[in-house]
């Protein structure tokens, strides 16, 4: 059911769930409102291999569980599992399989994800292949095991169709996982499209503050959930208790703070779109944003992500980045601080030239993660830096 914007309607009782969801202050001796952070490293046991909850803090964290659950509930998820990074979330699913084994990405995905898949999962004897979506179908082998998507796809902002790719998966018996960072699951909930696996790097929206690294897998398969449980442990990639009573705190705001990126980054974009030094501007929730139709299907909203093609190249870029004054020249996306950057040499140098040049990340498109400031001084901002061009 859309609403009259054409979009999902919003999640119901989504911001209560951040803030109270496995969080009543009675189920701790102290009542304390907020959750009381615990950072032993270990639990006294009652008698050997006897023990209350906890038994050692890469195994389980007080702090870690409440994290773990609420960020499933929000992904409309039963299970939930934090990891020392979004990159730690990807190895940790990498590794529920077995040499030999075959996994589909999508040809469009974060720089970091593209590196860990060719150059490290080639070493353990995982086959990987990077199609376009239209493709997938036909690249499935029998030794496929996992299709991995993102969507929003980092950097170029493609909407993948989370059902169909699900209804492939599923046909063909294969998992199917969905790396939903640039939306969140207040935007985007794929696992009520089928998806087999949520992940998300933390360390963006999720966390919003540009604070903390970490990751987190999502899903209803038990299967999945005891297999990444024992991985989580076996393989140690934890993050620390302080981290995640961060993000407990921070996903209080992370309603709040996606409208507000929406809005911004709605502004910015039609700011962008008129501007004569801009050749074209990618924004999904932009009317002119090819998929703009199949993006109002699968989600309730944008964050505040855009990228946009300069007229010029390479020195034209860097002109303009480094003329930058209120956004942040940085790597990274998602905090509340407006950020710029050029993938071909900065999230995407990683990725081969020639599979950079089929995406068009060229020395030309620009990524730009718009924040909480005023959105006027955000145009104002990159007016002044087009001009420098
Ligand atoms: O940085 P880390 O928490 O390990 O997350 C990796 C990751 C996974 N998935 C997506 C879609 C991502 O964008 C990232 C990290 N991305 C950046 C650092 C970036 O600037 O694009």
Not at 145 to 174: G, M, Q, Y
Not at 210 to 233: P, R, W
Request: charge should be neutral.
């Amino acid at each position: 059911m859309a609403d009259q914007s054409g979009y999902l309607p919003q999640p119901q009782g989504f911001a209560t769930a951040a803030i109270h969801a496995f969080q009543d202050p009675e189920q701790w001796d102290s009542m304390a409102v907020v959750a009381p952070m615990v950072s032993s490293t270990t639990f006294k046991q009652y008698s050997p291999a006897n023990f209350k909850k906890f038994e050692y803090g890469r195994s389980g964290n007080p702090n870690r569980e409440i994290l773990e659950n609420c960020l499933a509930t929000l992904d409309d998820g039963k299970y939930g599992l934090c990891w020392s990074s979004g990159l730690g979330a990807t190895t940790a699913i990498a590794s529920m399989f077995n040499a030999g084994d075959h996994i589909i990405c999508g040809d469009d995905v974060y720089g970091g994800t593209n590196r860990l898949f060719n150059k490290v999962c080639s070493k353990f004897g995982l086959e990987i292949s990077f199609v376009h979506e239209n493709s997938i179908e036909n690249a499935i082998k029998p030794n496929t095991k996992l299709i991995w998507v993102e969507s929003l796809t980092n950097p170029t902002l493609k909407v993948i169709d989370i059902k169909s790719i699900a209804d492939i998966a599923h046909k063909h018996n294969l998992l199917l996982a969905v790396d939903s960072t640039f939306l969140t699951p207040y935007f985007q909930r794929p696992l009520n499209f089928g998806a087999d696996l949520v992940i998300h790097s933390i360390s963006k929206y999720i966390n919003g503050h540009s604070d903390v690294i970490m990751g987190a897998t999502i899903t209803n398969n038990e299967e999945i959930y005891k297999q990444l449980k024992f991985l989580q442990n076996a393989m140690g990639i934890v993050p620390a208790p302080f981290d995640c009573y961060q993000v407990t705190r921070s996903i209080k705001t992370l309603a709040l703070r996606m409208k507000q990126h929406m809005k911004n980054s709605l502004e910015v974009g039609q700011f962008l779109e008129k501007h004569p030094k801009v050749e074209k501007v990618l924004h999904p929730g932009l009317p002119s944003h090819p998929q703009h139709e199949l993006f109002k299907k699968q989600t309730s909203g944008c964050g505040g992500m855009l990228t946009f093609y300069l007229k010029g190249g390479l020195a034209e870029s860097q002109k303009f980045l480094s003329s930058l004054k209120i956004f942040a020249l940085a790597e990274s996306l998602g905090g509340y601080e407006s950020l710029a950057e050029l993938p071909s040499v900065m999230t995407h140098a990683s990725v081969p030239e020639d599979q950079r040049k089929v995406l068009k990340i060229t020395d030309n498109l620009v990524r730009v993660s718009v924040g909480l400031e005023d959105p006027e001084d955000l145009i104002k901002d990159l007016k002044q830096a087009l001009e420098k061009v």
